[in-house]
């Protein structure tokens, strides 16, 4: 999932400035698992700037909307009716579906109300972490399926360094050294000599260091 | 009732879980006192969500106070907890809108004692009268 969470609402604020009707449209997806963009965060988030709004004496009124993924165009076009009725959209999903929007209602201004911060999963209720950072190229097979790019700081290909201690990484003893994540594992699995298979310096072109990527499925297009 | 009156009266809304205390609480309250009391039953504060609050304040409530079962006597186990965690995150968000944060309070409470329960309203009404109206426009 994309993992995301709210700006602080002074900045919404400052963004929404200049419009009088706002519609706050919410993604039910990944940023609704991680609290920042679905109904119930669009309701507070609703609810908190009505409330400064009165406060500074200002008005603005504010629709609410929610559909089940701002990234996909059937999902989207639910939310048009609403779209077109209001000066601008702040979108709770992720900066994929702030685009998604923008690019099919090009008159509209959408905001982004979310940082879109990774790629991750839930590790328990209330805490997520980064798991990949979509290198283009998985390389999980060789390394039992604990990512060095994305947990090891120095993403080694070929680690570990010699920094690591009782587990923990040199960088900040809060984060878990992948490396030996990657050696429990593949121990546990058989599989320790992966480790003598030499990991040439990688190919970033396949990243989003070769520039923006596009995939396209021929056998899905008509 | 003249209209200044009515601008100065001071609402409190109360979140309550229903095993907290029984309804003959809300008849033994402190009719007296110009304040508008609100008492919303949930069947477990956890219900208590972060917009149902602001939503308080939104339809003019000058303070809330959410009053729970005792963490060790929630029946829904985790309930008094969650409720915590909520105000307290509630209270973040009003300060970031500039809204005193005392203005919403959380107690824990038990059904067998109406008495603390009751002083802990008082004491809620005193603080929203001590702050003042939400908006004083
Ligand atoms: S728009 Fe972003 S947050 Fe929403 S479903 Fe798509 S990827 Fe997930
Ligand atoms: S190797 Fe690449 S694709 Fe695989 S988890 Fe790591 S960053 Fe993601």
Same mark, same amino acid.
């Given at each position: 999932? &994309? ?58 009124? *504010? ?37 998604? *929007? ?11 109300? *979310? ?30 399926? &604990? ?60 990243? *989003? ?14 | ?137």
């Amino acid at each position: 999932m &994309i993992v995301g969470e709210q700006k602080p609402i002074t900045e919404i604020i400052e963004i929404i400035a200049p419009y009088k009707q706002l519609l706050i449209l919410g993604c039910g997806t990944c940023v609704k698992t991680c609290f920042a963009g679905g109904e119930d965060e669009v309701a507070t988030l609703a609810s908190m700037i009505r409330l400064a709004f009165k406060k500074d004496s200002k008005e603005i009124k *504010i629709a609410e909307q929610t559909v089940e993924r701002q990234c996909e165009n059937e999902f989207i076009q639910e939310a048009a009716q609403n779209i077109a009725k209001n000066d601008a959209i702040l979108s709770l999903a992720c900066g994929a579906g702030v685009q998604a *929007i923008a690019k099919r209602f090009p008159k509209v201004p959408v905001l982004p109300g *979310i940082n879109t911060t990774f790629i991750g999963i839930q590790e328990q209720h209330g805490i997520f972490t980064e798991e990949c950072q979509g290198c283009g190229n998985c390389g999980l097979a060789t390394f039992g399926a &604990i990512c060095p790019i994305t947990r090891c700081s120095k993403k080694l290909l070929n680690g570990p360094c010699g920094g690591s201690q009782n587990g923990k990484c040199e960088v900040n003893a809060n984060i878990e050294c992948a490396w030996q994540l990657i050696i429990d594992r593949l121990t546990q699995l058989g599989q320790l000599s992966n480790l003598r298979t030499y990991i040439p310096p990688k190919n970033w072109r396949t990243s *989003i260091s070769g520039g923006p990527r596009k995939l396209i499925r021929e056998d899905h297009i008509i | 009732m003249s209209t200044t009156e009515i601008s100065s009266e001071i609402k409190l809304t109360i979140y309550h879980c229903n095993n907290a205390f029984g309804n003959d609480i809300t008849h033994n309250i402190i009719d007296k006192e110009k304040i508008n009391l609100k008492f919303i039953n949930m069947a477990c504060s956890s219900m208590v969500k972060d917009v149902f609050i602001l939503r308080a304040f939104e339809s003019g409530s000058d303070g809330v106070l959410v009053l729970v079962c005792r963490e060790e006597g929630c029946r829904y186990v985790e309930g008094s907890k969650r409720a915590k965690k909520r105000v307290e995150r509630v209270k973040k968000l009003l300060d970031e809108i500039k809204i005193d944060p005392k203005r919403l309070s959380f107690f824990n409470v038990s059904p067998d004692n109406k008495d603390a329960t009751l002083k802990i309203i008082k004491e809620a009404v005193i603080n929203i009268k001590n702050i003042g109206p939400l908006y004083s426009f």
